[in-house]
């Protein structure tokens, strides 16, 4: 099986590893984890023992295997062989897009291979590993060549130049990564003499790509490749740009802070995530050192450890010598998670605190229903790939924003968090950015000339995706996503004690270290009720996990035996411990529910979820209400709360087997985010309840707002003040505390609401009186035939 190469010998799994040229070869171990996580306390499976069962995710990568197995990979070595001076077919050209011999070129190369990998792993079918092998041997020949040249014998074209040091591989010059250090300082542009972009991103890219062909193909060429590429890394940013005439001696701390604070330029991608990996497979120091090369320690790095979230600052307080005030979202989400690899190999303290403080600064503070991040509001640029304000979702939202990229690394961030702290609120978020953004990345098409991603996913109302993206980073990205849908549905122990089982996704699991087989039969999250038959025998701790969604109950049965004496508590693992015998079938229902989700700095803008997906509006918008839907909902609501029984019901089935629902005495139709199409949609809206009302009885009072200080802004937008006067509302106030079991119990929440709310100066003891009053003669509006 594929999954041997996870765990190999010492001998046999790192012999290989004495092509590194300096350092001692790591011996100690009988047997090794590889790759992200492969020290943590709970541990990936390697991609090949998770295999996907039929439903929305294999839908979704099916349409990306497609893809891949139609695009011509020769396309790929084109640039690659111009700067080796190796010919190339007749009539075969690059990829395009970013990918056109442009400053970016070479990163879509190292996807493409990650997917091709992936790909394969999913159901070890040939045309991926085929497609694969072939890049892979015409790269180690690439770089073959250009290392031969570092004698002066530079070629022609493309390639006449000479390399500075042994082991470069690119689609550019060496010079495009070297001039990005002193003595030049190159800045990102478009001039491919003299600027530079974000060229250790692109290294990143094809390093990352090479290292999961090792993974899980076992392709030893990729792992000499990079080992190479790694002692060039080495060399390069701690001896540096030593042919050009200013040179002044080898790179220090200073210069490498004053590189990696440069907009787009010094982007770098996880560059740290893969060196000490590398590191893992030779035992030569210098990969390891060259990770913390990476470390942002001018502004970023040392406010992470901290806890001062420094994202967005006023152009007055901007930190260090070159950073803009609002930090591109997805050039520095990588970093961490590189260096939660740091922190696995080395065992600084430092580094995982980093890491872990700066995604409590996005989540939930920059965080969008759909698991999105970033975009402009008013008073700053309109960069939407930059983070947005702390605490600021809805004036986030005009214009493009929620770039894919970022989700992709926020959701490797929080499985990587999860690995060493396992805090199931890492997996909710988790569960939310894949069904949502990711899951929704992808077109319902079968189109196949291009890879039909999208890149930013709008929160603006009424717009509707694009998909394309040849040469894109979104496009890369996208292509690895939708090839390891399987990936974090389970994790294990490192002691092979414990199953974590994260998601609820069709798919079989063979643990052959264990002599398990788990195959979980799902419909999720198009239904909600999952089933797993186990065939194995022993004692194994099983962690479900209860999904902080959860309002209707979380119900186990084992063999048809509902276990009453467990407490499933909403976003927590629920622990099965026994030993399983053969044929042992655990069933778990977990009824979806309608809820409704409020900006943090304006409660009236609102998204809808059912589950675990948010509920799109579908249809274009009109200027009132700010350009969003103005939806009234508190009048349809029975006492116990439940939105689904009237306000937003579900009304069928989709003929592609999607729930659809419909907005009550409204022709507006709500769908499930992950649809695909070029419809126009809003994922968030206005709440418009201008009175309070208690079913049709209209109090004739204004459903005014208490004022909680918000927005809470850290960074000031154009005409809001914050602290503001927004908040929550009469009514708001009071249905967030249903379900309500008796009316009594509903009178005595309202009553309470209206004594604060005159205490507060918002009603006047009239309207106060006149509310309790009309409350006390809704109890035949406000029946609920079921209760909870």
């Not at 009824?591 to 589950?611: C, H, N, V, Y």
Request: hydrophobic share 35%; with cysteine.
């Amino acid at each position: 099986m594929l999954s041997s190469l996870y765990q190999l010998t010492s001998a046999a799994a790192l012999g290989i590893a004495t092509l590194s040229s300096i350092g001692a070869i790591q011996t100690n171990t009988l047997a090794l984890d590889l790759g992200p996580g492969s020290t943590a306390p709970v541990r990936p499976f390697p991609l090949d023992q998770v295999r996907l069962g039929k439903g929305l995710l294999q839908e979704k990568r099916d349409r990306i295997k497609a893809f891949l197995r139609s695009y011509d990979e020769r396309k790929f070595l084109v640039l690659f062989n111009n700067q080796a001076g190796r010919p190339n077919p007749s009539g075969v050209t690059p990829p395009g897009g970013w990918e056109d011999s442009g400053l970016l070129s070479g990163h879509w190369t190292g996807h493409f291979m990650t997917a091709l990998s992936q790909a394969y792993a999913d159901q070890g079918e040939q045309i991926f590993k085929t497609k694969l092998d072939w890049i892979i041997t015409e790269l180690a020949a690439c770089q073959d060549k250009i290392t031969a040249r570092i004698d002066g014998k530079a070629g022609i074209g493309d390639a006449s130049w000479t390399p500075t040091f042994p082991g470069y591989l690119g689609a550019l010059p060496e010079d495009t990564v070297l001039r990005l250090g002193p003595p030049r300082w190159a800045v990102y542009g478009s001039n491919l003499e003299t600027n530079t972009w974000a060229p250790w991103y692109i290294q990143h890219k094809i390093i990352r790509g090479l290292l999961d062909a090792y993974y899980n193909t076992n392709n030893s060429q990729a792992l000499r490749i990079v080992t190479k590429m790694a002692d060039w890394a080495f060399l390069a940013l701690t001896i540096g740009d030593k042919k050009h005439p200013q040179y002044t001696g080898n790179l220090t701390r200073d210069d490498l802070n004053y590189m990696w604070d440069l907009y787009i330029g010094g982007e770098y991608g996880g560059a740290n995530e893969v060196f000490p990996e590398i590191y893992q497979l030779t035992g030569n120091p210098h990969h390891l050192q060259i990770a913390k090369a990476f470390d942002n320690r001018e502004s970023l790095f040392g406010s992470a450890v901290n806890n001062t979230d420094i994202l967005v600052v006023t152009k007055d307080r901007i930190p260090g010598r070159r950073r803009p005030a609002r930090l591109h979202a997805n050039q520095h989400v990588p970093q961490f998670i590189g260096y939660l690899r740091v922190f696995e190999h080395g065992g600084e303290q430092e580094y995982f605190t980093a890491a872990k403080n700066f995604y409590d600064w996005v989540v939930p503070h920059r965080y969008f229903a759909t698991g999105g991040v970033g975009g402009a509001y008013p008073g700053s640029d309109t960069n939407y790939e930059l983070f947005q304000n702390r605490d600021n979702v809805a004036r986030a939202m005009a214009g493009s924003g929620a770039e894919t990229c970022t989700a992709y690394n926020m959701l490797k961030l929080a499985r990587n968090l999860f690995l060493h702290e396992h805090n199931a609120t890492y997996m909710d978020n988790y569960e939310r950015g894949l069904f949502n953004q990711i899951a929704g990345s992808r077109a319902d098409t079968s189109n196949t000339r291009d890879p039909q991603l999208t890149y930013f996913q709008s929160l603006t109302p009424g717009i509707p995706r694009d998909f394309g993206n040849t040469g894109t980073c979104c496009g890369g990205t996208g292509m690895e996503s939708h090839t390891k849908y399987q990936e974090t549905v389970y994790l294990r122990s490192a002691d092979g004690s414990t199953l974590w089982v994260n998601l609820y996704i069709p798919s079989t699991l063979s643990w052959a270290d264990k002599g398990f087989i788990i195959k979980q039969e799902t419909e999720f999250p198009r239904g909600d009720s999952v089933k797993f038959t186990i065939t194995g025998q022993g004692s194994l701790d099983i962690k479900l996990r209860v999904p902080a969604w959860v309002r209707k109950g979380f119900k186990v049965a084992i063999n048809g035996q509902t276990q009453t004496g467990l407490v499933a508590q909403p976003g927590t693992y629920l622990t099965l411990n026994r030993a399983w015998q053969i044929g042992d079938v655990v069933e778990v229902n977990m009824p979806f529910s309608i809820r409704i989700e409020r900006a943090l700095d304006r409660p009236d803008t609102q998204a809808i979820l059912w589950g675990p997906l948010v509920l799109q509006v579908v249809g274009k918008t009109t200027t009132a209400n700010d350009g969003f839907l103005g939806i009234s909902l508190y009048q349809y609501l029975k006492r116990n709360g439940d939105y689904s029984a009237v306000a937003i019901k579900r009304t069928g089935t989709s003929a592609a087997g999607d729930p659809t629902f419909q907005i009550a005495n409204s022709t507006l139709a709500v769908r499930p985010y992950y649809i695909g199409d070029s419809q126009s949609v809003s994922s968030y809206f206005r709440r418009i309840e201008p009175t309070v009302v208690f079913g049709t009885i209209d109090t004739e009072v204004p459903n005014r707002k208490r004022n909680e200080g918000l927005p809470k802004y850290d960074v000031p937008v154009s005409g809001v003040p914050s602290p503001g006067t927004d908040g929550l509302t009469f009514l708001d106030i009071v249905w967030d505390q249903a379900p309500f079991e008796m009316h009594e119990s509903f009178v005595k929440a309202v009553t309470s609401a209206a004594d604060i709310f005159v205490e507060a100066g918002v009603y006047s003891i009239a309207e106060r009186n006149r509310i309790v009053s009309k409350a006390g003669q809704a109890e035949q509006e406000l029946e609920s035939k079921q209760l909870l």
